[in-house]
């Protein structure tokens, strides 16, 4: 979907994806490993400063992501389906503890997605390892 394509038809690709989740079985799973395809740099926002983050619109149009935006990028993309788009979407900043470093999180009702590892968790298991730093709740696009 977003290597070396233009603009109209990254753009054309993501409608045609997200049309896709309406009906999915598994659309975290699915919307987690379409994105694994995107290539990454290594900072294009920085999570800690709200004013960085771009629309989705923007950031089809540079094609530039980094993890964090990657996972605002997987947010906005759920907000825009009729499926999801009344569910509640947080994104967490957390430190691993064991490896020390950090991870970003989006929570959307009781599911968790971490891009990192491809894994959706249901909200209710522990996450022991993790200490979260900051919580954004997403605004609605």
Same mark, same amino acid.
């Given at each position: 979907?977003? $290597?070396?394509?233009?603009?109209? @038809? ?9 049309? =896709? &989740? ?6 975290? @799973?699915?919307? &987690? ?7 990454? $740099? ?15 619109? %923007? ?6 992501? +980094? ?7 997987? =947010?906005? %993309?759920?907000?825009? *389906? ?24 989006? @929570?959307? /009702? ?6 990192? /590892? ?18 954004? *709740?997403?605004? +609605?696009?």
């Amino acid at each position: 979907m977003f $290597v070396n394509n233009s603009y109209q @038809y990254r753009l054309k690709e993501w409608v045609n994806f997200r049309e =896709g &989740l309406e009906t999915s079985k598994k659309p975290f @799973y699915d919307i &987690l490993e379409e994105f694994k395809q995107i290539p990454l $740099v290594s900072i294009q926002v920085d999570p800690y400063d709200e004013s960085t983050w771009t629309d989705p619109w %923007t950031m089809i149009l540079e094609n530039e992501f +980094c993890n964090f935006a990657i996972i605002l990028f997987i =947010g906005y %993309t759920l907000q825009l *389906t009729d499926r999801f788009c009344n569910d509640t979407f947080e994104i967490h900043i957390c430190t691993n503890t064991e490896k020390s470093e950090s991870i970003y999180l989006l @929570y959307i /009702n009781d599911d968790i997605l971490n891009y990192e /590892n491809n894994t959706v968790i249901n909200s209710s298991q522990e996450l022991s390892d993790l200490i979260i730093e900051k919580k954004y *709740t997403l605004p +609605c696009i």
